[in-house]
């Protein structure tokens, strides 16, 4: 159905920013006006974007509901005033309750008048009420995201959860005269189930395979668009053959190997002579050749023989040779003992057919209970990733990528990215993750005591309850006006960042 998005950035991002933005600000608003009807206050207008006001879309009760120019959020304007300034200018605090005692020839008098003609007598401006329930109408836009974030999460886990159902088996290299060429497979295959069944391992795909010697099997795979592109995307195929006995000695001959990706300058592997590419296939007298993670057993015998002499046994272009090298007892961080990245690989000698295993995951429905339980647990893994995050910056345990202030258009390009592989992968969990996420954002940014925010509206509201009187609303007025012209203008700067610096070049 929206096939259409998938290779289409720009369009999946427009889409993204409808699906992902806008519902994540209605439901922050509507937090705030549900919770002004449950204090009193008296909302005027229901905004969605910023002003200017491209036009009137309804009205309800006293508050017009508008939609207006700038797409970067939203408001609700309580009576008393607007985004950021106060209209009840003049009036003192003692006297705010009594709207008979209003000076004509101001803008909360005209509001009155209005409110007046059109029936509605009873009304409180946002000044009318005391500190707290002010605060619980400024907090509850942030509460209303945490809740949605809530509910998308429920969603998700009766959609399903990611779960490991098997084992895949990726094609990484394959000969053109190899038997599995010869009946249809090709480098970069996924090789998923066999006769519609998930496959339990590698050794459950031998079996089966020898099961079915002389028989004919139908195999489903993953078929890259491009087996040369790592970032390719992918579609289904499924292939039909008879299991013959050249087929099954091919399987054969493959030995399980730890392939070595990279070497650090320096390190013991390195003055050892080993090289990125060598296949190491024997730790001192063990061999890996028939492990079923090489990679993992090799970690585990490194570790226990650290500070100790060891002989590597290694195939390198198809020829044998052994180093020697002593592992790193107190090792760099991120450098390991040896100083070498690694991975498990399955190859015959000479490397005409090798193929690598990955966890295959299917997604999941969840019962409704465990469903809610998730829902509970991610919302409050997410916030405390946010809280944390601070600590892990000064402690320089960040990701660089995570240190980025992005805009609206990197939220869309993003989530855009994340629409196309659901549309591809027709799984939608990962995409109502990313919804579930920006809620999350949007409400804790919201909070943040930061002028034109509900944190920096919060933060004069406590100075209140602590001082006992409040502060002039003119000069609370005048504090948000300078907030929201600085929180434009830089959403302005990132914006203009995201344009020229996409963040989806930083997705792996």
Known sequence: MFDFLVGNDFLSAIVAFVIVLIPAVIIHELGHFFAAKAVGITILEFGIGFPPR???????????????????????RPLGEDIVRPTTKGLEAKDQLHHDQIQPNTPYYAELQRLKARGFTEVKSVYDVKPLPRIFFMAAG????FVFAVVVFILVGLVGLPTEVGTRIGLAELSPNSAMATIGFQKGDWIRRVNDTP????????????????????????????????????????????????????????GSYVRVSSVTEGSPADQAGIQPGDLIYQFNDVSVLESFDPASDLQTMTANAAGELVTLAILRDGETTTVSLTPRVDPPAGEGRMGIGIRSEYTTPDESFVFIQNPEVDYIPQPFGQSIQYGFESTGEILGLILEFPSRLIRGETQPGENRIVSVVAVSQWGGELLQDSVEDQQISTFLR??????????????????????GRILFAVIELIRGKPISPEREGFVHMIGLILLLSLSVLLIINDLSNPVTDLLP
């Open 142 to 145: 942030a509460l209303a995201n």
């Open 199 to 254: 496959i339990a391992s590698y050794d459950d795909f031998i079996e089966t395979l020898q099961a079915n010697n002389g028989q004919s099997v139908t195999v489903a795979i993953s078929r890259p668009q491009n087996p040369n592109d790592q970032n390719t995307s992918f579609f289904d195929e499924t292939l039909t053959f008879t299991v013959t006995p050249e087929l099954l000695a091919e399987w054969a001959a493959i």
């Open 434 to 455: 990313y919804i579930g996420l920006i809620s999350i954002a949007l409400g804790f940014t919201n909070l943040l005591p930061i002028p034109a925010l509900d944190g």
């Open 54 to 76: 491209i036009g009137k879309l309804f009205t309800w009760r006293e508050t017009e509901f508008t939609f207006n120019l700038i797409p970067l959020g939203g408001f609700v």
